[in-house]
Structures are given as C-alpha cells and as structure tokens.
C-alpha cells in the first residue's frame, strides 16, 4: 500500500482543521464532553506505522475528552508512543483482554 506525501498529509490536516464537521467530528462546546470509540487497526508495534501517520492520530484523538480504542495489541510500544504524542494532558485506563477469563 503506497503512503501519502508530505503535501497529501498537509492537505488531509487542513481540511480537517477547516471543517471538522464535515468529517465527523463533533463541535466543541463549552460545558460539554466529547465522546468517542475509536478502533486503530491492530495497535501494537510503533514501526507498523509512519510518523506522519503517527501524528495524524495523535492530532485526531486530541479531539475528544474520553476515547475508547479497541483492538491494542500485546505490544503496547504503539500505544504508549500514541498517548506521548498526545501530550501530558491525556491520561489512559487499560482493561482486561478481550475474552480473557480470571
């Protein structure tokens, strides 16, 4: 799968800047909380991906006030990288394996 250019990831950025809405990202208001359930295919591995696509989540995430991700892989060093992309205003709470039994 070919990657997008440096001027592609611009235009991407901007656009969602410009019109958050349009994309599906809901308008913040002052008072409110913004929710979201997120799936980042098979996070595990930081080298899976490249660090303009790292930023591009990084960026969207940054959007909501409590997000859900699924689908984490045992390799948490995409995640821990993801969250210290985010800044320290992002905290994060793990639970228990999909599937997995006490």
Same mark, same amino acid.
């Given at each position: +799968?070919?990657?997008?250019?440096? %001027?592609?990831?611009?235009?991407i950025k901007?656009?969602? @800047?410009?019109?958050? !809405?349009?994309?599906?990202?809901?308008?913040?208001?002052? &008072?409110? =909380? *913004?929710?979201?359930?997120f799936?980042?295919?098979?996070? &595990? @591995?930081?080298? /899976?991906r490249?660090?303009?696509?790292?930023?591009?989540? @990084? /960026?969207?995430?940054?959007?909501?006030?409590?997000l859900? *991700? /699924?689908?984490? +892989?045992d !390799?948490?060093? &995409?995640?821990?990288y993801?969250?210290?992309? +985010?800044?320290?205003?992002? &905290? %994060? =709470? =793990?639970?228990? *394996?999909?599937?997995?039994?006490?």
């Amino acid at each position: +799968m070919a990657e997008f250019t440096t %001027a592609e990831w611009e235009k991407i950025k901007t656009r969602l @800047a410009q019109d958050p !809405d349009r994309y599906g990202l809901p308008k913040r208001e002052y &008072g409110s =909380v *913004v929710l979201a359930s997120f799936n980042i295919r098979k996070l &595990g @591995a930081r080298k /899976q991906r490249n660090e303009a696509t790292w930023q591009f989540l @990084a /960026q969207l995430c940054q959007q909501f006030d409590l997000l859900s *991700v /699924q689908e984490i +892989m045992d !390799d948490l060093e &995409g995640f821990d990288y993801l969250k210290s992309l +985010m800044g320290d205003n992002f &905290g %994060a =709470v =793990v639970s228990d *394996v999909t599937g997995a039994f006490p």
